[in-house]
Nanobody, 119 residues
Framework: QVQLVESGGRLVQAGGSLRLSCAAS????????MAWFRQAPGKERGLIAS????????YYADSVKGRFTISRDNAENTVILQMNSLKVEDTAVYYC????????????WGQGTQVTVSS
């Protein structure tokens, strides 16, 4: 079982940067792969970045590749999404998610944090 709490979302101008944090309450954070999803108004929630339990492997959706960086600190039970060169189309609710190593789906979710990028 893991509880996730995101923070860091706010209003930012296009071209700016934001750092989202996700704090995980669990005794075994390294038992989970982690990811960030986002959901824009009228659109389905989609995966934008993920990181394996050790941090050795990452994945990025094409829409954020080269601009966003996912990282994790297993000692602090946190996962970070560094977002640079933000675009208006990055406006969405951003969710942190956890997937146990033995499962294929992300089944633990945070409450989400709103990111709004203005032009």
């Amino acid at each position: 079982q893991v509880q996730l709490v995101e923070s860091g979302g706010r209003l930012v101008q296009a071209g700016g940067s934001l750092r989202l944090s996700c704090a995980a309450s669990t005794r075994s954070f390294s038992d989970y792969h982690m990811a960030w999803f986002r959901q824009a108004p009228g659109k389905e929630r989609g995966l934008i970045a993920s990181i394996t339990w050790s941090g050795a492997n990452t994945y990025y959706a094409d829409s954020v590749k080269g601009r966003f960086t996912i990282s994790r600190d297993n000692a602090e039970n946190t996962v970070i999404l560094q977002m640079n060169s933000l675009k208006v189309e990055d406006t969405a609710v951003y969710y942190c998610a956890a997937r146990p190593l033995s499962l294929a789906r992300y089944n633990y979710w945070g409450q989400g944090t709103q990111v709004t990028v203005s032009s």
